[in-house]
């Protein structure tokens, strides 16, 4: 099988495929290499000084699956040193953060999935422990409930039509957490508009 084929079906440019390891029934592990020689240094922001020194080892990342299997690959994690700031760093792959095991394209689909339906059905769908897949959800929907939160905010003040309610209620269904923080605004800024009105009217009583 070509190397080409499963850089394009990987989605990953930053990688390398160096050589496919073992296909199994229901899993494929492939080893893979940064196409760059170096990264910049943290400290300095350059990577002219910096140079490799050796690696840690290797690092397991699943990935979406490919033909159907679930997909792991192995890159290493490969050891930097700068000798203008004589620091020491490791290798950051762009499509998985730092000490986790499930690529960027992994968590971010496992969410989209689990935001249609449960997190229970997702790990189903990826065969993967659903306590994981209930975790990266966790982590993914507090930023995702604030981003929908402002969106909706904003195109609900400029224009609240019957066009934007509904949309609003399509948001708002995504989550329970999204929908009880915009009740509880909702109720929050009613109570307020019945405390102005009731004072304008104490006012124009006194006068």
């Known amino acids: 099988m070509q190397t080409q084929y499963i850089n394009e079906l990987l989605d990953i440019p930053e990688l390398e495929i160096h050589q496919l390891l073992s296909i199994h029934d229901d899993e494929v592990h492939i080893e893979a290499v940064p196409l760059d020689d170096k990264q910049i240094c943290p400290c300095c922001a350059s990577d002219q000084a910096v140079i490799r020194k050796g690696s840690n080892g290797m690092r ?24 203008r700031c004589e620091a020491g760093f490791v ?3 762009h499509f998985v953060g730092p000490k986790q095991r499930y690529s960027r394209l992994f968590r971010s689909h496992t969410v989209e999935q689990a935001l249609g339906s449960t997190a229970a059905h997702s790990a189903r769908i990826q ?3 659903a306590s994981t897949i209930q975790h990266i959800h966790n982590e993914a929907v507090p930023p995702l409930c604030d981003a929908l939160y402002e969106q909706v905010w904003e195109e609900a003040s400029e224009s609240f039509n019957e066009e934007n309610a509904k949309k609003l ?14 009740e509880w605004k909702e109720a929050l800024h009613n109570h307020v508009h019945e405390n102005d009105l009731r004072c304008e009217s104490h006012s124009g009583n006194t006068r």
């Open 60 to 83: 397991t990342v699943r990935h979406l699956s490919v033909f159907e299997k679930k997909t792991y690959l192995h890159v290493p994690a490969i050891r930097m040193f700068c000798s």
């Open 91 to 93: 290798w950051a792959y």
């Open 127 to 129: 065969k993967a422990p």
């Open 169 to 182: 209620d399509t948001l708002l269904n995504y989550s329970p957490l999204l929908r009880s923080v915009w």
